[in-house]
């Protein structure tokens, strides 16, 4: 067994020396082991293995590894616990992480936590889960090091030393004066390479991005990501400081919003559960109702097409060509929606933009439009699929059918983030909906008036 363990042990070697009772072996395993590779791999084992898997985990390492835990395994597993084990893996966890972990238990979970934290650590929690659940407030932890401006560098080393054991990072440090407002930064490469005499006034950076603690977290994700950095600053109204925003909760913000809008632009109601731990009926009820929505609104296209039955009798290639002319528009629709929606998700888009928006989508529908109408009447006529003055028509309603869905495919985002909905509510399946109404209205009356059928 010793010669096949890797580096990440796969479920059945651990079972196997579980079953052999190598639990000297298996320690040594998970204590050369990421915390969340451990918790992946915990994660995927039966549960009834998991508290003794667990325990043989060491003090520290245990705590990180719970917090990359899926919600359930945490529950199972404190439901299991002793008090002294639940006080040790609080007492190990960093504040923002002990909040969103009482936020996601069932009631009768987070009592028996609460019950085994300190005095402070329960008022630190529940300071945190006071502030809206997506504010900035709710992401912070109150673990950073705070230094004075009329500190050494060798003072402030020696307070990192002594209190940076505690704190979530110590790479940056905040100086703040005695009523905790934020004066300015430095960071340890700046301590490092700093005099021991200097004055920590002298070296810090004094032009600081901070976000206050009402602030929408999505946005203090973008601004990880645009200025680069590893920790942010969370003041309130007058400036002081609060708390700190690092960089792996800005990255977990960043995924559960990019989950949130690839749902939504597949019509599906945001879940908060990996696809297996999601039931079937929970599935059911995050798909029907954008399903039944865009049943109900395609009723519209029926009508449509009801009302030019008579056109339509005339010839079976006009009614042949409604498919193509239908997932043509839809598909044109969907490509400028998502180009939008992403843009304005940078935010390399706003609303007063969207003149320009419309002039550059008119010119690529225009383009995209000739391209496609001109191959599609080349192609029917090499098929003989119907009269030059037929195929024209057709070709000529693909030209307009694309034009009008880069439009609407453009507009109609910006449009609803420009009234507070999110953008992404206007994905692929909403726009194919209107674009395909329009584009038999448009095929169906240029029919009628070039045609003269009736």
């Known amino acids: 067994m010793e010669n096949i363990i890797s580096t990440i042990p796969t479920e059945e070697e651990i079972l196997g020396l579980l079953k052999d009772k190598k639990i000297a072996q298996i320690r040594e395993i998970f204590s ?5 590779d451990i918790a992946a791999l915990l994660n995927d084992l039966p549960k009834d293995r998991l508290p003794i898997l667990f325990r043989l985990l060491p003090k520290e390492l245990a705590a990180d590894t719970f917090v990359e835990m899926d919600t359930d395994i945490q529950t199972h597993l404190i439901q299991g616990f002793s008090d002294s084990e ?63 401006k009329n500190m050494t560098v060798s003072e402030a080393l020696t307070r990192i030393r002594r209190t940076g054991v505690d704190k979530e990072t110590i790479y940056t440090c905040y100086v703040t004066d005695y009523n905790r407002t ?31 603690t009402h602030t929408d977290k999505e946005d203090v994700a973008q601004m990880f990501s645009k200025y680069d950095l590893l920790a942010m600053p969370v003041v309130d109204d007058e400036n002081r400081l609060v708390g700190i925003v690092t960089i792996d909760d800005a990255m977990d913000v960043m995924e559960e919003e990019a989950t949130e809008d690839i749902e939504k632009m597949a019509a599906i109601r945001p879940g908060d559960r990996p696809y297996f731990q999601t039931s079937v009926w929970q599935t059911f009820l995050a798909r029907i ?144 909906t209107i674009v395909d109404a329009l584009t038999l209205l448009i095929y169906f009356n240029l029919a009628v008036a070039i045609l003269h059928i009736a």
């Open 182 to 212: 934020l004066l300015g930064i430095v960071t340890a490469k700046d301590l490092l390479l700093a005099e021991e005499g200097d004055l920590i006034g002298d070296i810090m950076e004094t032009n600081i991005i901070s976000v206050q």
């Open 289 to 432: 109702p954008w399903l039944l929505f865009l049943m109900i609104s395609a009723t519209f296209t029926s009508l449509i097409i009801t009302k030019f039955e008579d056109a339509l009798s005339v010839s079976i290639i006009l009614s042949a060509s409604i498919p193509m002319l239908m997932d043509t528009g839809g598909n044109c629709g969907g490509q400028a929606s998502v180009t939008i929606i992403r843009s304005l998700s940078l935010e390399d888009v706003e609303f007063r933009d969207i003149f320009k928006v419309i002039w550059k989508e008119l010119r690529v529908g225009l383009m995209c439009g000739v391209a496609l109408a001109v191959v599609n009447f080349a192609k029917m006529m090499i098929l003989h699929q119907g009269t030059v003055l037929m195929v024209a028509v057709i070709s000529l309603a693909l030209f307009c059918a694309v034009v009008v869905a880069k439009l609407i495919g453009c507009v109609l985002p910006m449009v609803a983030n420009k009234i507070g909905f999110d953008p992404a509510v206007m994905s692929s399946p909403f726009i194919t």
């Open 32 to 36: 050369e082991m990421n915390p969340a």
């Open 86 to 148: 639940i006080r040790s893996i609080m007492d190990e966890m960093y504040l923002d992480d002990a909040a969103d972990l009482v936020d996601e238990m069932p009631a009768n979970v987070v009592k028996r936590i609460l019950a085994n934290t300190d005095a402070d650590t329960r008022a630190m929690i529940n300071k945190i889960l006071q502030y809206p659940d997506d504010s900035a407030g709710s992401l912070m932890t109150v673990e950073y090091v705070s230094l004075r």
